[in-house]
């Protein structure tokens, strides 16, 4: 199995930047493809990025599409999440997940096998 856990959350205003990151554990991280989701208070979870074992992609929501940045350190066994120009609407818990396959869809949950715990992200107005 794989352990995700995610970091870097936190109290930023709107305007603001966080990078948030999630740890791997294993020695084969680099054959999953990596996402991100969140989830709001009150909403459902939903996609945010993901990027393929390649690197190919990556993928983007458009309400983050030219703010948010997936980026991935094989060697580090990390996925980061650069998050520029945060708005109050991006305030919600941040979740890591990692997929074996990579046939399902990427911005669908259940593509996905593992999941990490998840790291708050709240932007003030």
């Known amino acids: 199995q794989v352990q995700l856990v995610e970091s870097g959350g936190g109290l930023v205003q709107a305007g603001g930047s966080l990078r948030l990151s999630c740890a791997a554990s294993?020695?084969?991280?680099?054959?999953?493809?990596m996402g991100w989701f969140r989830q709001a208070p009150g909403k459902e979870r939903e996609f945010v990025t993901a990027?393929?074992?390649?690197?190919?992609?990556?993928y983007y929501a458009d309400a983050v599409k030219g703010r948010f940045t997936i980026s991935r350190d094989n060697a580090k066994n990390t996925v980061y999440l650069q998050m520029n120009s945060l708005k109050p609407e991006d305030t919600a818990v941040y979740y890591c997940?990692?997929?074996?396959?990579?046939?399902?869809?990427?911005?669908?949950?259940?593509?996905?096998?593992?999941w990490g715990q998840g790291t708050q992200v709240t932007v003030s107005s």
């Open positions: 990027i393929r074992r390649s690197g190919a992609g990556p």
């Open positions: 997940a990692a997929a074996m396959l990579e046939r399902g869809s990427y911005y669908v949950m259940g593509t996905y096998d593992y």
């Open positions: 294993g020695r084969t991280f680099s054959s999953y493809m």
